[in-house]
């Protein structure tokens, strides 16, 4: 999956928890997000001075990263609700990035069908 496509995928998706997210469209939504808190904070929020504006775009990309998340969690076969581990310092934290980066359950799994299509 492309960058592009990752980033229209969970728009798409954007109050989506149903079904999975492969590797690629996480951590290249993951990419997206760091990039745009860099333009929304540094031109919009800073530059321009519009913080409502910046306040929007922030909660509507939080909504798409939490929701992609879940649908992440939901590929390697675990339910949204571990993504609360992150609650955990600093050992929620490395489990968390661990499992995001972990490979797709092979296969069919109580969430829906493989992305890949294996």
Known sequence: MSFVDAIKTC???????????????YWW?????????LVIN??????????TVA?????????CSLTVHIRRYHDIGKSGW????????LVGWIIDIVWCAKDSDPGDNQFGPNPKGM
């Open 42 to 51: 540094g031109i919009i929020n800073g530059a321009i001075g519009a913080p």
């Open 11 to 25: 728009f798409s998706k954007i109050v989506t928890i149903d079904g999975r997210a492969r590797r690629s469209e």
């Open 55 to 63: 306040a929007i775009i922030s909660l509507i990309i939080s909504l």
């Open 29 to 37: 939504f993951f990419l997206f997000v760091e990039i745009a808190n």
């Open 82 to 89: 571990w993504i609360l581990i992150v609650l955990i310092p």
